[in-house]
C-alpha cells in the first residue's frame, strides 16, 4: 500500500510505503535450504549446502548497472522491518574488478541494497588487490549510492555481515571476529515488496571514468566460492 500525505500550505509531499507478506525465515544450512527460498537466476551446477553452508560459486553478471543477469541469488519475502545477518567465508579474496558476495536487499534488479564483501576499485584502477565492503544501492535503474569501507583485520577472507531494515533506511554493520560489529554506512530508499537474501557472483565492471559503464568482469578472474554458514533474520516490524 502507498500512502501520500501532502501539506494543504506548502505543497510537501512525503510518500510512505506500507508492505504486508509473510514473516522471514532464518536457515542454518544444516541440510537442503528451507523451502522459503527462491533463486533468482538458479544454475544448480554452482550451488550447494555442505559442512553446514550455503557454498555459492560466482559466476559473470550482478545485479547492478545494467547487467542483469545475476546467477543463484537465494531470496525470501522479508517486508517487515529486520535484521539480517550472515557469516560470509570467501575462498580465495575477491578477484579484480568486482566480484562479490553478501546480503541484498531486493526488489527487483533495478532497485535494491547490496551489501557485500568484495574487490575494492578506485578512480585510478585497483585498489591494490585489496578487498573490502561495499554499500551498494539502485533505484530505479540508476545508482543511488556506492559506497566502498576499507577493512583491517580481515583474517582468512572471513567477515561477518548485517543489513538492517528500519522503513526505508538501510544500515550495514560488520565485524571481523563474530561479536563486535562496526556500522560501515547506511542509505534510505523506499522497495516495494522486498526480499532479502544472499548473492555471490563476478561483478560488473565500475562506472567511474576510465571503465566502460557496465561491462563484465573480465573472464581471467578465476570464480570464487562463496560459503555463507547462516541466515539469521530478525524481524521487527508489526504482526
Known amino acids: ?7 494543504d500550505v506548502t505543497a510537501d509531499k512525503a510518500v510512505y510505503l506500507v508492505n ?27 550451488w550447494k549446502v555442505q559442512s553446514g553452508a550455503l557454498a555459492i560459486t560466482t559466476a559473470a553478471g550482478d545485479v547492478t548497472l545494467a547487467n542483469n543477469n545475476a546467477a543463484n541469488v537465494f531470496l525470501q519475502s522479508a517486508n517487515s522491518d529486520w535484521t ?29 541494497v547490496k551489501f ?33 569501507v576499507r577493512v583491517e583485520g580481515v583474517q582468512n577472507n572471513v567477515v561477518w555481515l548485517r543489513l538492517q531494515k528500519k522503513g526505508g533506511i538501510y544500515t550495514a554493520f ?15 530508499v523506499a522497495l516495494k515488496d ?18 566502460r ?3 563484465q568482469a573480465p573472464a581471467k578472474a578465476e570464480p570464487m566460492k562463496a560459503s555463507f554458514d547462516m541466515f539469521k533474520i530478525s524481524s521487527t516490524g508489526l504482526k
Do not use: H
Not at 578487498?131 to 556506492?146: H, M
Open 20 to 46: 504486508f507478506g509473510p514473516k522471514a525465515v532464518s536457515d542454518e544450512f544444516k541440510s537442503a535450504p528451507s523451502s522459503v527460498w527462491t533463486v533468482l537466476g538458479e544454475n544448480k551446477a554452482d
Open 194 to 211: 522486498v526480499q532479502a537474501g544472499l548473492i555471490a557472483c563476478d561483478g560488473v565492471m565500475p562506472s567511474f571514468g576510465g571503465f
Open 84 to 112: 539480517a545477518d550472515t557469516k560470509l567465508t570467501c575462498s580465495a579474496t575477491p578477484a579484480m574488478p568486482a566480484q562479490n558476495a553478501g546480503i541484498v536487499a531486493y526488489q527487483d534488479d533495478d532497485n535494491f
Open 116 to 148: 557485500v564483501y568484495g574487490a575494492q576499485m578506485g578512480r585510478r584502477g585497483p585498489a591494490g588487490g585489496a578487498a573490502g565492503l561495499q554499500i551498494v544501492c539502485e533505484e530505479g535503474g540508476n545508482t543511488k549510492a556506492s559506497v566502498n
Open 174 to 188: 560488520y565485524s571481523v571476529d563474530g561479536k563486535k560489529f562496526v556500522e560501515a554506512g547506511k542509505v534510505e
Open 213 to 215: 559503464m557496465g561491462a
Open 1 to 7: 500500500a502507498v500512502i501520500s500525505v501532502i501539506d
